[in-house]
């Protein structure tokens, strides 16, 4: 069974601050992996990684992976408050559907 | 970018009643869309894959006589759960690709269920 992990669960930081979030996996035929933002409403796509050592960036944020540690990280940095939501991470594994971690929840202070 | 538009976004139903949620892809073609459900603060929980012409997949633990999912077209899934009672209250996201995925998945706006 594929499986996905988060760390943290939750961040509380003030504006300005970087942050950098977790995701390790466990699956049996990776083809991807990618990072959503939710706020109150469905996922926003932010990344999707297939190749490992390749940083993707977007603004403020950016996105490596790890096949061999089979995990990935995103940072943001500058936080502001509008980064406050939900991070998801999933990863297309081997049924071919994607397998979501439990998210971190990140609140930036103003 | 591809649009996936979910609809209701909010439904407040009596406990027994059924209700149907749409999912379109609006500017492409989905040969498959998956719908997730989602508790507060927990993460999106797969409840079936919806393949337009034959009978969807469900996720183990998921009743299918219960949550009935229709893919008639290429553009149009609908999720309906049938006789609703207060613990189907959740959050339902659909999603959907482009290019067979999953990859890049792209979701509706959610509908918010309620039962009373």
Known sequence: ?110 | GAVVSQHPSRVICKSGTSVKIECRSLDFQATTMFWYRQFPKQSLMLMATSNEGSKATYEQGVEKDKFLINHASLTLSTLTVTSAHPEDSSFYICSATPWGGPGELFFGEGSRLTVL
């Not at chain 1, 297939?50 to 996105?63: F, N, P």
């Not at chain 1, 071919?96 to 998210?103: D, K, P, V």
């Open chain 1, 1 to 110: 069974e594929d499986k996905v992990v988060q760390s943290p669960l939750s961040l509380v930081v003030h504006e300005g601050d970087t942050v950098t979030l977790n995701c390790s996996y466990e699956v049996t035929n990776f083809r991807s992996l990618l990072w959503y933002k939710q706020e109150k409403k469905a996922p926003t796509f932010l990344f999707m990684l297939t190749s490992s050592g390749i940083e993707k960036k977007s603004g403020r944020l950016s996105s490596i992976l790890d096949k061999k540690e089979l995990f990935s990280i995103l940072n943001i940095t500058a936080t502001q408050t509008g980064d406050s939501a939900i991070y998801l991470c999933a990863v297309d594994g081997s049924a071919r559907q994607l397998t979501f971690g439990s998210g971190t929840q990140l609140t930036v202070l103003p």
